[in-house]
């Protein structure tokens, strides 16, 4: 079995490391990840300039692109074979709600997904690494139990697991997503010639964290499995909007 892992914190990140060590006994593994940390990257592609792939000391390849990037790449030019799964993580914070249209994490297995395989993103829910083995093995789980009994169709898998050690995460809760606030405003700053710059600010609280999201279940303790699919039409507007249409075209008499 051949698993392709990325993530978007870069090559150097502990969680792909923790991530790459809990695999390896599990099946021959290929590690191509971003060059530099690319959060917040969602599914953009480099489009502009060519890029680059480099090996470093430890066997990884990174490219100075985005997570979409990486995995695009590996799949249309690097892997002389197709792999059984792609893997992404583990990614220093959560991935949930809105979060996931942002997230280059979800993203790398979004582009696995698009190819038509089966793609899980991982992440733990707080900043700083703590508790990073009980995640890994709860990570490693998923992966045995994917290899024992694949999902019938190609399946996006959206995980977060909470900061806590083993012996207390609860059992995964296969969830919907919740939702977010809007964003808190940008802060404002200066450059040393007194120019204005803007950092975007923090994710708005959860506004939807009722039984059954991911936001309830990692408060709880509980690992969060959500599966995830990529059709945006809006098939409750499909009828109101033919309704909208006009039936007569500007450019049907000309």
């Known amino acids: 079995m051949l698993i392709l892992i990325s993530n978007d914190d870069g090559y150097f990140a502990p969680g792909l490391a923790a991530l790459v060590e809990a ?23 480099t489009l502009d300039r060519p890029l680059s792939v480099r090996t470093a000391a430890n066997g990884f390849l990174y490219v100075n692109g985005t997570p979409s990037d990486c995995v695009h790449v590996a799949l249309t030019g690097l892997l002389d074979r197709r792999p059984d799964l792609v893997v992404s993580g583990i990614n220093d914070g959560q ?19 698009l190819f038509g395989l ?3 993103a991982f992440s733990q829910v707080s900043k700083g690494w703590t508790h990073l083995d009980a995640a890994a093995a709860a990570a490693r789980s998923f992966v045995e139990r994917f290899i024992a009994n694949p999902l019938a169709a190609p399946s996006l898998l959206n995980v977060n697991i909470p900061n806590l050690p083993l012996s207390e995460l609860k059992p995964p809760r296969v969830t919907r997503l919740g ?11 200066s450059t040393p010639y007194g120019e204005p710059v803007y950092w975007i600010g923090p994710a708005g609280k959860a506004a939807d964290a009722t039984p059954g999201t991911d936001f309830h279940a990692c408060a709880d303790g509980a690992v969060s499995v ?18 909208w249409i006009p039936t007569e075209w500007i450019g049907a008499n000309r």
Do not use: C, K, W
């Open 23 to 45: 695999l390896r006994p599990l099946a021959e593994l290929i590690v191509v990840a971003p060059e530099t940390n690319r959060s917040g990257s969602s599914n953009s592609l």
């Open 95 to 113: 991935n949930m709600g809105e979060d996931t249209l942002y997230s280059g994490t979800v993203a790398a297995a979004t582009e696995g997904y």
């Open 118 to 120: 089966p793609s899980i």
């Open 179 to 189: 939702r977010r606030h809007p964003s808190e405003p940008v802060v404002r700053s």
């Open 226 to 243: 959500t599966p995830l699919r990529f059709d945006l039409t809006h098939n409750a507007q499909l009828e109101p909007m033919r309704e």
